[in-house]
């Protein structure tokens, strides 16, 4: 099974703080991406990648960026958190192909204080 | 642009009763659609998925969708609900955007089963 790790399930920060999410997939996807998830907004994509290096805006990239040196790994970055950014965040990969699932992981909830 | 509304934000319902959960999308492009489940304090999984052909696709648990593309929508159904039922419920479309493809979800539904 492919198996999507995000580094911690439970992460509290300070404001001005810089954070690091991290997240590895195991399948060798070329896709992967981060959401955030907050209570009657849904999903919302805050980056995607789909290539080593590359990196694309998803519809809320304010105040986040991202870095993929390495296939498996896509980690997402607070340079300064700020209390607005306190949310669940999931990563999620996929192959190549347009018609595939996304596979998630268990998601990691950031309070900032 | 992509958008997915899910017009009913929570949908209460008995044990046993039948359940509709509604998506409409919007897109300049071909999509793919897709409801993902999100059980209590578990990760997202996929209930089911349209790529093309048949217009009423069937997934897990009983579930059942259907793709209506002059009405831009892809209903979620299941004829008969349990009470195990009760979780959140996305909608989504995957399309091609700049830089390659990505998936937008809706702001989710939560179903729960009353006994």
């Known amino acids: 099974d492919v198996k999507v790790t995000q580094s911690s399930r439970y992460l509290v920060k300070r404001t001005g703080e810089k954070v690091f999410l991290e997240c590895v997939q195991d399948?060798?996807?070329?896709?992967m991406f981060w959401y955030r998830q907050d209570p009657g907004l849904g999903l919302r994509l805050i980056y995607f990648?789909?290539?080593?290096?590359?990196?694309e805006k998803g519809d809320i990239p304010e105040g986040y960026s991202v870095s993929r040196e390495k296939k498996e790994r896509f980690s997402l970055i607070l340079e300064s958190a700020s209390t607005n950014q306190t949310s669940m965040y999931l990563c999620a990969s996929s192959p190549r192909r347009l018609n595939e699932k996304l596979f998630f992981g268990s998601g990691t909830q950031l309070s900032v204080l | 642009a992509q958008s997915v509304t899910q017009l009913d934000s929570q949908v209460p319902v008995f044990e046993e009763a039948p359940v509709e959960l509604r998506c409409n999308y919007s897109?300049?492009?071909?999509?793919?659609l897709f409801w993902y489940v999100q059980y209590p304090n578990q990760g997202l999984q996929l209930l089911l998925k349209?790529?093309?052909?048949?217009?009423l696709v069937k997934g897990i648990n009983g579930f059942e969708a259907e793709f209506n593309k002059s009405q831009t929508s892809f209903h979620l159904r299941k004829p008969s609900v349990h009470i195990s039922d009760t979780a959140e419920y996305f909608c989504?479309?995957?399309?091609?955007?700049?830089?390659?493809?990505?998936?937008?979800f809706g702001a989710g539904t939560r179903l729960f089963v009353k006994a």
């Open positions: 897109s300049s492009v071909s999509v793919y």
């Open positions: 989504a479309v995957s399309g091609f955007a700049t830089g390659g493809f990505k998936t937008i």
């Open positions: 990648s789909y290539d080593v290096k590359m990196k």
């Open positions: 349209y790529l093309s052909g048949s217009t």
């Open positions: 399948m060798d996807h070329e896709n």
